[in-house]
């Protein structure tokens, strides 16, 4: 007798709001080159399931577009890229609305030290302390491929997920 291998089946389904989807980094993104409008490539990190449908598979792409870009400030401020991700593609071809999860990160050793040799310079030596602050430059910030960031889906999304019977 011979095996057949099953097939997939195509199942309607729901992936709702705030299903985390892991990416991965596809392209080097740094404050010092990169420019407002420049695109940025995503893959999928791995295969998300709603229930026992696949919905989005690993290794797929995801793009985004750089929004803005700040380099480093003074006072220790460090330099920011913001990055819209607007959809990934579902395994039935159809999009998927995303958006990134907002984290809050302890900001950087460099910012306390020019707020605090300001603060306290303003303190003990008047206003050349604060002027002593404006010298301190902030870091410029660099992701490199492969570096993880967390999205969700931003609204409830039907696809007609695979399943393995």
């Known amino acids: ?35 407002v409008g420049e695109k940025v490539y995503f893959t999928i990190a791995n295969d998300v399931f709603v229930g026992n449908a696949l919905v989005i598979k690993k290794g797929d792409r995801a793009t985004g577009s750089i929004k803005s870009v700040k380099r480093p400030g003074r006072f220790g401020q460090s330099a920011r890229i ?4 607007n959809s990934v593609r579902a395994v039935d071809g159809s999009e998927v609305p995303i958006q990134q999860i907002t984290k809050t990160k302890k900001q950087g050793e460099t910012t306390a030290a020019a707020g605090a040799a300001s603060i306290g310079g303003g303190l003990i ?26 999205v969700e889906v931003k609204t409830d999304s039907r696809v007609k997920g695979t399943v393995q019977p």
Request: avoid cysteine; charged fraction near 20%.
């Open 125 to 150: 030596l008047g206003p050349i302390g604060v002027i002593g602050g404006m010298f301190v430059r902030g870091r410029h910030v660099q992701v490199d491929i492969g570096a993880p960031i967390d």
């Open 1 to 35: 007798m011979l095996a057949v291998p099953a097939q997939a089946v195509a199942q309607e389904t729901t992936v709702p709001k705030g299903t985390k989807i892991p990416l991965r980094f596809a392209s080097k993104v740094s404050s010092k080159t990169s420019k």
């Open 82 to 85: 913001q990055i819209d991700l």
